[in-house]
Structure formats: C-alpha cells, structure tokens
C-alpha cells in the first residue's frame, strides 16, 4: 500500500524552542494532508487541514499561529509547533489520500516531548 | 464532532477466536474505514467500505456497513496474537475528506 513518512520519529526540545515536523508521501502525489494529535489512550484528534498551495484549515480551538502548516509540494507538508510548552507534548501525526482510492494513509507519528 | 464510536470495550480472547467490534455513527457518510494501531506506532489502514457496500473481506477480516442503523462491526477471524493493538473506525462525509475517529477498541490476543 503507499507508504508515508515523518521525520523525526522522536523529538525532545526545550520549553520556548520550535520544533519542525515533516510529513511526505513516498509513493503518490497528495494536494491534501491531515495532522492530527493524539495523548495517551485516546483517539486522534484532528488539528488542520493540509493544503498544497494554499493556507490549511485549522480546526476550532487549534491555534494557527502556534502550529504552522507549510504545504510547498504534492509529496511534503510540514507542521511547526512554536515555542514549545510541556503541554504541547503529545504524540503528532500527519496522513495523506491518495486520492484514485480516497483512501488515507498514516505516517508512523512523531512523539513530541517539550521539557 | 466524533462521527464514529465503537461499543467502549476492551477485549480480550484467545488465540483462534474470533473478535468482533462495533462503530456508530451519526450521520450521513461516504466512506467508513478501519484502521489499527499498535502501542506508540502510527496508524495502518486495514479496509474501507464505501456508503453503497454493505459487506467486504480482506483476509481475515470482515467488515459489514449497515447505513439503516448508522453501524459498521469489524471481524477478524482465527486471531492471532500480533493482532493485539487498537482497533478505531474513522468516517469521511461526501465532498469531505476529513475523517472522524471513534474512541477505539483495545483488543488483546492472549497466546
């Protein structure tokens, strides 16, 4: 099936500090991708909307501002949490369709911890 | 707003049973996919069944859709032990590609 990825798998930084996370498609073209949030036992949460050439849509509640979303390729969408917080610290993960399916894949997740 | 929600269970069975978990949802959809999720890891897209399907197989598994009752139950049969993880049922509504997550089924295979 097509594969996505994220970079890093883990990342510890800082309380202040940015961190970067990457989102690609390996084997297909996505104009949209999906981050998403998730604590510990529960569910995803829906954060944005991943648009290729354009803003994403941020979902009620999630701060645009703290989480930016560049969406420069069909293959590459990243998410920027800025100036990280302890409570930022959760595990983020990005998805893609592959749309001659409708089918949305997941990456493996990036766990975020903010010291 | 959470479209689906699986029957809050946890289930644990034998290996060689079968297990089975069930989605609600409320409203009207497009798609409905199941997807797992070992501890820690991301999640693996197991099967979509579209609005217009009622019943589909991959492998082991069975899904069925029942768009009268807003319900879909997943099935994996002859179960093995790698098949421990969480089990979560996600809905996508037409013109829409976002996806609601239920709350997820914890499934565990005793060997």
């Known amino acids: 099936g097509a594969v996505v990825s994220q970079h890093p798998s883990r990342v510890i930084c800082k309380s202040g500090t940015s961190v970067k996370i990457e989102c690609r498609s390996l084997?297909?073209?996505?104009?949209?991708m999906f981050w998403y949030r998730q604590f510990p036992k529960q569910s995803l949460m829906l954060m944005a909307t991943s648009n290729e050439g354009s803003k994403a849509t941020y979902e009620q509640g999630v701060e645009k501002d703290k989480f930016l979303i560049n969406h420069a390729s069909l293959t590459l969408s990243t998410l920027t949490v800025t100036s990280a917080h302890p409570e930022d610290s959760s595990f983020y993960i990005c998805?893609?369709?592959?749309?001659?399916?409708?089918?949305?894949?997941f990456g493996p997740g990036t766990r975020l911890t903010v010291l | 707003s959470q479209q689906g929600e699986e029957d809050p269970q946890a289930l644990s069975i034998q290996e060689g049973e079968n297990a089975t978990m069930n989605c609600s949802y409320k409203t009207s959809i497009n798609n409905l996919q199941w997807y797992r999720q070992n501890s820690g890891r991301g999640l693996v897209h197991l099967i979509l069944?579209?609005?217009?399907?009622r019943e589909k197989h991959s492998g082991r598994l069975r899904v069925t859709l029942d768009t009268s009752k807003k319900s879909s139950s997943l099935l994996i049969t002859a179960s093995r032990a790698a098949d421990t993880a969480s089990y979560f049922c996600?809905?996508?509504?037409?013109?829409?590609?976002?996806?609601?997550f239920g709350k997820g089924n914890q499934v565990v295979v005793i060997p």
């Open positions: 069944i579209r609005s217009n399907e």
């Open positions: 084997d297909f073209q996505a104009t949209t």
């Open positions: 996600a809905t996508a509504r037409y013109g829409n590609n976002r996806l609601a």
């Open positions: 998805s893609a369709i592959d749309i001659s399916t409708d089918t949305q894949y």
